[in-house]
């Protein structure tokens, strides 16, 4: 199971108690100081890294996420301005703007999916180097990077 790290999500967004869902909030919470704190954009990390292994992957409820996205990031991602949401940035993320579904490659691809995913499973693969998103209801590919 991923929990998410509250130390770096943005002052915007609120965590659950449990640390498995987040909300964008109306207004910005006063949060201490932390350069681990996403401060430009409406991001969260997974408190969970991983370093090598087996295959991982976890599933992730999007069904109240017109606007969202979803992936994989190195370790120390950009937090401090706009971070650029890219394999060369260190972030392999699917998104889904409105009605729109897109991989963030740059550019970002568009993905003609047949439904808008209300549960996406991402599957990180160290072996194979590969981050993979599947719906994971309709079991159907979203994107490979």
Same mark, same amino acid.
């Given at each position: 199971? @991923?929990?998410?790290?509250?130390?770096?999500?943005?002052p915007?967004?609120?965590?659950?108690?449990?640390?498995?869902? @987040?909300?964008? &909030? !109306?207004? =910005?919470? %006063?949060?201490?100081?932390?350069?681990?704190?996403?401060?430009?954009? #409406?991001?969260?990390? &997974?408190?969970?890294?991983?370093?090598?292994?087996p295959?991982?992957?976890?599933?992730?409820?999007v069904?109240? *996420?017109?606007?969202?996205? @979803? *992936?994989v990031? =190195? !370790?120390?991602?950009?937090?401090k301005? &706009?971070a650029g949401?890219?394999p /060369?940035e *260190?972030?392999? /993320?699917?998104?889904?703007? &409105?009605?729109?579904?897109?991989?963030? $490659?740059?550019?970002? $691809?568009?993905?003609a999916?047949?439904?808008?995913p209300?549960r996406? =499973?991402?599957?990180?693969? #160290? %072996?194979?180097g !590969?981050?993979?998103?599947?719906?994971?209801?309709?079991?159907?590919?979203?994107?490979?990077?």
């Amino acid at each position: 199971d @991923v929990t998410l790290d509250p130390d770096t999500a943005h002052p915007r967004l609120s965590l659950s108690l449990d640390r498995r869902s @987040v909300k964008l &909030g !109306e207004r =910005r919470q %006063e949060l201490p100081e932390n350069p681990k704190r996403f401060d430009s954009d #409406y991001c969260v990390l &997974g408190s969970q890294g991983f370093s090598g292994g087996p295959r991982h992957y976890w599933d992730v409820d999007v069904a109240q *996420g017109l606007y969202c996205a @979803v *992936g994989v990031s =190195r !370790e120390s991602p950009a937090r401090k301005s &706009g971070a650029g949401f890219s394999p /060369a940035e *260190g972030i392999w /993320a699917v998104q889904q703007w &409105g009605f729109q579904n897109r991989a963030l $490659t740059e550019p970002p $691809t568009l993905l003609a999916l047949p439904r808008v995913p209300r549960r996406i =499973r991402v599957s990180l693969d #160290y %072996e194979w180097g !590969e981050v993979a998103f599947w719906d994971a209801e309709s079991r159907d590919p979203i994107f490979t990077f």
